[in-house]
């Protein structure tokens, strides 16, 4: 079994184009559990098909339909420094152009959301024919955690922004769903959760397995404690604008940037001490300038980050690095580097070495398989009252699609 449980990304991001903007305004955020399964509270004859007796909500094909129409933008290659207008000469392209089997991509989007519902259905019956299933306590738990999510959210997002709603925040959470349907829809998702951990038990996972899978992705896993000094180039203007120094005060900073690593190498001042008492980044006070940098914890200057990440040993005693970077000076270090090799469990007993990430996350990605094969392998699960009208009125209602065919006369048929 493959253990590429990496996505690369293609070249050329589409976060700064306008199909990514229309995704981000049409489509809630949708938060997945464990697996992708659904829910069963809804006005009866609201289906659009059914499953061993069990009913595919409208509601719960929207919900599939935006997940596939979100991954639409892996499919989409965008060489970087493309212009807007070729951008948008691309995507007319892609929507209206049939593939080799002579679908639409929204064609596909529209029976493929369907195949995901019937497979997670099938994946919950599965489940359950397995003898997998929720005590009372654990169903309670799932509810209380998402009441616990939704309020979280809510109080973060308020703190920032009073405007936003506690109904914004429902459907940042729960998507199209209500959050009565939505803690359904939980408690099926950890019904398979605890069929796939039954799975992961019987995996013989070895150290070349792991080994692969760290090298392939060396900087999603090893990180750089690093430590850093900053003194910034920013000053504000007569409005009280923040903007970049003048070269002669630049020059001034710089010089007390040289000063200060002379000290540092020399011993003269402590550079803990000094992070704490005279940097000038945000919080060094509290942080004494400490970051644990990899591909997913990074310390939000790109020169630090890039520096962090090509780190494959700690420094010396009283090395230093100046960085220069968009805002300021740093003057830095590599406290320490967590590696496959010298990673170890927390004190606390936490399982989360980079052994044990990894060994997990291959585990998770072949108990996802697993489970998905048995639920496509499955007698007896076809779909049956398929609603093909009502599937297609979803579709067109959808503010994703509206979008994608009035913007770039994206296809659904002929």
């Known amino acids: 079994m493959s253990t590429e449980i990496k996505k690369k990304k293609k070249t050329g991001s589409l976060d700064n184009n306008k199909f990514v903007a229309i995704l981000a305004v049409s489509l809630a955020v949708i938060v997945v559990f464990v697996s992708v399964l659904s829910v069963v509270l809804v006005t009866s004859g609201n289906f659009v098909a059914k499953l061993n007796g069990q009913k595919l909500y409208n509601y719960e094909y929207v919900h599939y339909l935006n997940a596939e129409l979100a991954d639409i933008s892996e499919e989409i290659d965008i060489p970087e420094g493309t212009s807007d207008e070729k951008a948008v000469e691309i995507y007319k392209e892609y929507f209206t152009k049939k593939d080799e089997n002579g679908k639409y991509a929204l064609q596909l989007c529209q029976e493929n959301a369907l ?27 799932v509810e209380a955690n998402v009441d616990y999510m939704i309020n979280y959210y809510y109080s973060v997002y308020q703190q920032y922004d009073s405007s936003i709603t506690y109904e914004d925040v429902l459907q940042y959470v729960c998507g199209e769903m209500s959050a009565k349907q939505y803690k359904e829809y939980a408690k099926q998702d950890t019904v398979i959760a605890k069929y796939m951990d ?4 019987k995996y013989d996972i070895t150290e070349a397995e792991m080994r692969k899978v760290y090298d392939e992705n060396v900087n999603d896993y090893r990180t750089a404690k690093v430590q850093k000094f900053f003194l910034s180039t920013m000053t504000t203007d007569k409005d009280g604008k923040s903007v970049a120094m003048k070269d002669a005060e630049k020059a001034d900073v710089k010089a007390k940037i040289d000063d200060y690593l002379a000290k540092f190498k020399s011993g003269e001042l402590k550079f803990e001490e000094t ?24 310390s939000g200057d790109t020169k630090v980050d890039e520096w962090a990440l090509k780190k494959e040993k700690a420094d010396a005693e009283n090395v230093y690095e100046v960085i220069e970077a968009e805002k300021g000076y740093y003057i830095i270090r590599c406290n320490e580097v967590e590696d496959f090799d010298n990673s170890v469990d927390s004190e606390e007993g936490a399982n989360d070495s980079i052994k044990n990430t990894i060994k997990a996350e291959i585990a998770t990605e072949r108990a996802t398989k697993q489970m998905r094969d048995e639920a496509l392998a499955a007698k007896g699960y076809d779909l049956s009252n398929i609603k093909d009208e009502k599937i297609a009125e979803l579709f067109e209602e959808n503010k994703t699609v509206s979008s994608l065919v009035s913007d770039y006369g994206a296809k659904i048929s002929d």
């Open 275 to 298: 992070i704490k008492s005279k940097s000038e980044e945000t919080n060094a006070a509290k942080s004494a300038g400490i970051s644990t940098i990899n591909n997913g914890s990074l």
């Open 115 to 141: 195949e995901e519902l019937r497979i997670f259905k099938a994946s919950y019956q599965l489940a359950l024919d397995k003898g997998f299933k929720l005590t009372s306590e654990e169903a309670d738990n």
């Open 198 to 201: 039954s799975m992961k038990e």
